[in-house]
């Protein structure tokens, strides 16, 4: 596969009228930011950089803290996420059975820095922080299947099983 473009790469455009509403759902709500950004992404699939000024406004707040929280919070995308999305543990027990190795395996081979994409748009690879599978490590998830004792073999296997 190949290697993810740059962070410039063109990402789809999502009209302020398609936001707005999203925003303006949640607006009478106590702490109403994190609901908005979820309605966002899963609307979109990734919260749009166009986002960001409607919702500083909407909430007043500086564009520095909105882009903060997304940040802060890895299950929210800046860039829209592959067909595929494969998570790999990197919580303490997953770490002491090879999981940084394993990452860096999946990664070399399909040609991505972390949190990258393949330009095919065919797969993302995340970092995640325990999926509940400690005494099955190291684990993963692909689109939203659990992967105990996760090996190279074993995702490639699962990728190319995945549709």
């Known amino acids: 596969m190949t290697s ?20 303006d759902r949640h607006l009478s709500a106590e702490g109403p930011l994190l609901p908005m950004l979820h309605e ?18 909407a909430l007043n707040l500086t564009r520095a803290e ?12 800046k860039a829209p996420a592959g067909r595929h999305v494969l998570k790999i543990c990197r919580a303490e027990a997953c ?32 970092a995640v922080y325990c999926l509940g599978l400690c005494a099955c490590a ?12 996760a090996s190279v073999e074993g995702l490639e296997k699962a990728l190319e099983g995945a549709a």
């Open 66 to 77: 909105v882009t903060g929280v997304i940040s802060f919070y890895h299950d929210f995308r």
């Open 95 to 126: 770490q002491s059975m090879g999981a940084e190795a394993l990452t860096a395996r999946m990664l070399s081979l399909l040609g991505l820095e972390d949190h990258g994409t393949t330009a095919d748009s065919r797969v993302t690879v995340e």
């Open 138 to 149: 190291p684990a993963a998830m692909l689109d939203g299947q659990l992967i105990g004792r």
């Open 4 to 23: 993810q473009p740059s962070i410039a790469r063109d990402l789809p455009q999502v009209a302020e009228a398609e936001i707005r509403p999203l925003i």
């Open 40 to 57: 966002i992404q899963a609307a979109f699939g990734f919260v749009p950089a166009n986002a960001v000024p409607l919702l500083a406004e």
